[in-house]
């Protein structure tokens, strides 16, 4: 699966893929960041750059998160499954 990711932000912005069972807003958080437990790749972008993340995904749950300081907690989640 190949993910093009885009930094449309000025700020600081990152792309991490976990499998887990776990749904994406129920992860552990401490000090601001959620668990980055199964993580399989990720991907750190600056302000306005694109990046692309290549990944051979199992079947299963999977959730992508910026886990940049508050942003996990501000929405920045998505739940997604491979079949």
Known sequence: ???KVK???SIEHEL???KTNTPAAKLKVKNGEASE???VGEVELGGGSSKTLKLNLKKGH???ICNVKGHY???MHKDFTVK
């Open 1 to 3: 699966m190949t993910f």
């Open 73 to 75: 907690m501000a929405g």
């Open 37 to 39: 437990a199964g993580s």
């Open 16 to 18: 991490v893929v976990i």
């Open 62 to 64: 999977y959730v992508l």
């Open 7 to 9: 930094n449309s932000a």
